[in-house]
C-alpha cells in the first residue's frame, strides 16, 4: 500500500459509522433494489465515454500477459431478440435490437468476424477458460451460423480448448432440433433458457409467444444431444402468488434441467414492467423476501446447491464430476486475483467481443493500476460505424483505482453469499474485518452473517440482502465516482466558456 492519495481514498470510502450503516439498512431494506441481475463494481451507469486509445491498452495488457499466467472467459455478444409488445420483454434492462430477418444477422457475422480479427496481434495467445455466447437472443442463427461463430474463436486462439464450458443462450421457442444439433456438432456443450415464467398466463405480461410445452421440448432436445441445460426463471412478477413460484421450480426440476438461475425481478429504468399499471401488480419486498426462502427450501429439498445468490446447480450423480453442472463463465471471476511477488495478478480476465460486450482486465493493484472494464457500443448502428472505420468499437468504460478493484473483489466473492477474509488479507494487505467493522457489527446483530475462523458467511436474510449490502459497501465510493464526475463536467463547462 504505497500511495498515500490512494490511501487515503481507501479511509474516506470505507469507513463507516454505526449510525450511518444502521440508516443505510433500515432506509433501503423496504425498498426495491435495482442492482439484482448486474452487480459488478461500479454498475455501468458510473462509466464514461471511453477517450483512452483502445490499442495502447491492449497493448499494455499484452506486455502484462507475457509475465502472467491469466486464463480468460470470453464473452461473444449478439444484439437481436424478436420484437415483442410491450418492448424488450417488458422487464428486460439488457441492450438489443429489433430482429428485422437474416440478411441483418448475416451482416452482423460479417463484422463480427472483421472485429475477432481486430484482436488477433492481442488476444491471440491467451488460455481461453469458458466461453458464453450471450445477448441478445443467439439462437436466432440459423443451424449454419454456430460453426461459423465457433470458427471466429478457433482462428483468434489457434484452437478451442474441448474441455472447457461453452454456453449458448436463447428462448425456449427457438430450440428446435434441427439447431440444438447443430449447435452440440459446432462444439457447444451447454445451452442456457430465459424461460422466465413458465404460467403461461403470466408469461403474457412479457408479450413473449412462448408455451410450456417448448420449453419442456426445448430441455429434452439439450438433453438428448447430451448439453448441459440451465434455464433462467424470475420471481416476484407482476400477480405472481408464492403457488405459481414454486410451480415453476417443480416443472424444472422434474424436467431434469441441470442448472437453475432463480433471479428476483429487477424494475428498473424504462422497461413496461416499472410503469405505474405493473408495479401496482407486483408482489411485496416482504413476499419476495418469502419467495426466495421458499425457493431455497424447495430446491434444497431436490438436491439442488445454492452457487451464488441466485444460481442453484442439481447436485452431479458422481463425485468425477464434480463440475458438470457448475456455471463456469459466472464462477471463474469470483475469485480473479491473487497475490504473488509483491503485486496483484489476475487469475481471471473477461474479453468480449461483438455488441454490447465487456472487457476486464486488471493489470496490477500494488503498483499503479492499470486495471479497466469497458464495454463495446449497445447501439448497433454505432458498432458497425466504429468497425467500418475500422475502430475498435469500445463505447464507454471506467479506469479502476486501488480501493475499486478490493471492491469489484467483494461484490464478485459477496455473490457467492460468502468472503473468505484470510483470501482478501493476502490478497489486499488489509484486515477486512476492521474494514468496514460498523458493517459486520449491524449485520451480525440483525442475524445476517457468521464469522468462521476463515470466512464471513451471509445467513438467512442476509442472503437476500446481499445486492443492498454491496451498495453499502460500495456508497461512499460511488459517491465520490459522482462528484468527481460532477467536477470534470463542470471543468469542461469553464473551459468551454473561456474558450
Ligand atoms: C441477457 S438475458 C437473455 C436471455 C434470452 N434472450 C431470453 O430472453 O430468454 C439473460 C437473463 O437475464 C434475466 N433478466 C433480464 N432482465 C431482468 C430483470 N429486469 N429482472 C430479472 N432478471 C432479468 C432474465 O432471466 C434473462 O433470461
Ligand atoms: S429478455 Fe431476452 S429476448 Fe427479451 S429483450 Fe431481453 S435479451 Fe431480448
Request: proline share 4%.
Amino acid at each position: 500500500m504505497k500511495s498515500t492519495s490512494t490511501r487515503s481514498t481507501r479511509q474516506n470510502t470505507s469507513n463507516f459509522s454505526p449510525s450511518e450503516v444502521n440508516s443505510f439498512i433500515e432506509r433501503e431494506s423496504s425498498r426495491r433494489q435495482s442492482n439484482k441481475v448486474l452487480h459488478g463494481h461500479p454498475s455501468p451507469m458510473h462509466w464514461k465515454p471511453f477517450s483512452e486509445p483502445v490499442q495502447t491498452l491492449l497493448e499494455k495488457r499484452a506486455d502484462y500477459a507475457r509475465s502472467s499466467d491469466f486464463s480468460v472467459n470470453l464473452y461473444v455478444g449478439t444484439p437481436f431478440c424478436l420484437k415483442t409488445k410491450p418492448a424488450r420483454c417488458g422487464f428486460c434492462l439488457f441492450p438489443s435490437e429489433d430482429y428485422r430477418g437474416n440478411s441483418g444477422v448475416e451482416s452482423y457475422l460479417d463484422i463480427l468476424e472483421q472485429e475477432f480479427e481486430m484482436y488477433k496481434p492481442y488476444y491471440g495467445r491467451d488460455k481461453l477458460s469458458s466461453i458464453y455466447f450471450g445477448g441478445g437472443t443467439p439462437n436466432l442463427y440459423r443451424p449454419q451460423h454456430y460453426g461459423r461463430l465457433m470458427g471466429f474463436v478457433d482462428k483468434l486462439y489457434e484452437g478451442v480448448p474441448d474441455d472447457i464450458e461453452i454456453t449458448l443462450e436463447g428462448i425456449p421457442q427457438l430450440f428446435n432440433e434441427e439447431k440444438i444439433k447443430a449447435i452440440k456438432e459446432a462444439g457447444f456443450n451447454r445451452i442456457s433458457m430465459g424461460v422466465q415464467q413458465l404460467n403461461e398466463d403470466l408469461i403474457k405480461y412479457s408479450g413473449r409467444k412462448q408455451t410450456r410445452q417448448q420449453v419442456y421440448n426445448a430441455l429434452e432436445n439439450c438433453h438428448k444431444y447430451d448439453l448441459v441445460s440451465s434455464i433462467d426463471l424470475i420471481y416476484g412478477w407482476p400477480e405472481q402468488t408464492m403457488e405459481d413460484m414454486l410451480e415453476d421450480l417443480r416443472i424444472a426440476v422434474d424436467a431434469g434441467v441441470h442448472h437453475l438461475t432463480h433471479y428476483e425481478l429487477n424494475v428498473a429504468g424504462r422497461s413496461d414492467f416499472a410503469s405505474k399499471a405493473k408495479r401496482d401488480l407486483l408482489p411485496s419486498i416482504q413476499t419476495n423476501k418469502e419467495m426466495y426462502r421458499r425457493a431455497k427450501e424447495y430446491l434444497h429439498s431436490q438436491g439442488f446447491e445454492q452457487e451464488t445468490v441466485y444460481d442453484w446447480k442439481r447436485k452431479p450423480e458422481s463425485d468425477e464430476n464434480q463440475r458438470a453442472h457448475r456455471y463456469d463463465y459466472e464462477h471463474n471471476m469470483h475469485d480473479f486475483v491473487r497475490h504473488e511477488q509483491g503485486d496483484i495478478r489476475q487469475t481471471q480476465q473477461v474479453c468480449g467481443i461483438g455488441f454490447s460486450a465487456v472487457n476486464f482486465h486488471v493489470n496490477g493493484v500494488d503498483k499503479e493500476t492499470d486495471s479497466w472494464i469497458y464495454m463495446n457500443h449497445t447501439s448497433l448502428e454505432k458498432y458497425v460505424g466504429k468497425m467500418s472505420r475500422k475502430e475498435f468499437p469500445v463505447d464507454r468504460g471506467f479506469h479502476y483505482n486501488q480501493h475499486d478493484v478490493k471492491l469489484a473483489w467483494l461484490f464478485q466473492s459477496m455473490q457467492t453469499m460468502k468472503i473468505d477474509y484470510v483470501d482478501y488479507r493476502q490478497i489486499f494487505n488489509e484486515n477486512l474485518l476492521d474494514t468496514y467493522s460498523a458493517v459486520w457489527t449491524d449485520i451480525d446483530k440483525r442475524g445476517w452473517i457468521k464469522t468462521t475462523d476463515r470466512e464471513l458467511q451471509f445467513v438467512d436474510d442476509g442472503q437476500y440482502y446481499i445486492p443492498m449490502l454491496q451498495a453499502l459497501v460500495a456508497s461512499k465510493r460511488l459517491a465520490q465516482i459522482r462528484d468527481e464526475r460532477k467536477q470534470s463536467l463542470q471543468n469542461i463547462e469553464v473551459v468551454t466558456e473561456i474558450g
